[in-house]
């Protein structure tokens, strides 16, 4: 099986907790240099399938490849190669901007010369430098989303992971994070985000609507609106979750 070609690749992706199954033998195929969405709502499943692609979470059964590495019997093996940003923020708030780049820089074994450079690098690309010596606490809730997305970025990884990435901040400064997104794909870096603001899901090249655990419709913005008949993404939603779907 030639997973070495996508990004993603899984292949009845299970996870239970007891008797309880939060994702339900899911099955989709992200290609490189995509922004994939997952769509949901709260507790559809979306966060627990990528802390299973990220290697936080064993799954339950089958089997899921990202960027060559199957996570599903090597999941510390991928964590070098990928970002990740949760949806809670998980920056030091008593360091400074410059000093949390500095701290997730070096837990990926940057030299410190590639370091200093890869820091300036990202303090320009996100308008951060004139913050660089103050103390995240400090920081709006913009520039914490997108000192968040930085580190992320730090070690330069094939693939990011975005879990619900601009919960809580205001519309101005999701318009600017989306455009950020949007750039770092046309630079060649794969992208998968979950959220449920319907808006954000037509910055995604593809989405998977997500609902209770399993994967319902996949396709661009453009297609699923076609295949439901709607203006919007909104509606594709609405009319998914009132007819149940199909995988």
């Not at 070495?4 to 907790?17: D, K, M, N, S």
């Not at 076609?226 to 203006?231: P, Q």
């Not at 909104?234 to 009132?242: C, G, Q």
């Amino acid at each position: 099986m030639p997973v070495e070609e996508a990004a993603i690749q899984t292949r009845t992706l299970t996870r239970t907790f007891g008797r309880f199954t939060a994702v339900d033998a899911v099955s989709f195929r992200v290609e490189r240099g995509e922004v994939f969405g997952l769509l949901g709502a709260n507790g559809a499943g979306k966060t627990t399938t990528i802390r299973m692609l990220t290697g936080l979470l064993r799954p339950s059964g089958g089997e899921a490849w990202v960027v060559g590495v199957p996570v599903h019997s090597a999941p510390e093996s991928v964590k070098p190669r990928i970002g990740y940003m949760s949806q809670k923020f998980s920056l030091y708030e008593d360091l400074t901007v410059a000093e949390n780049l500095t701290f997730f820089g070096g837990v990926y074994g940057l030299p410190r010369r590639v370091l200093a450079h890869r820091r300036a690098e990202l303090l320009d690309l996100f308008d951060l430098t004139e913050l660089a010596n103050r103390l995240t606490s400090q920081l709006a809730a913009g520039h914490r989303q997108r000192l968040a997305l930085a580190s992320a970025l730090i070690h330069r990884p094939q693939l990011l992971f975005l879990d619900e990435p601009t919960g809580g901040i205001d519309p101005i400064s999701r318009r600017t994070f989306w455009r950020m997104i949007a750039g770092l794909a046309e630079e060649g870096t794969t992208v998968m985000v979950t959220t449920h603001y319907m808006d954000e899901a037509e910055y995604c090249h593809r989405l998977a609507v997500m609902r209770d655990g399993r994967i319902v419709a996949v396709g661009s913005p453009r297609d699923l609106r076609r295949e439901y008949n709607a203006a919007t993404i909104e509606e594709v939603f609405l009319a998914i979750a009132s007819t149940g779907g199909g995988s």
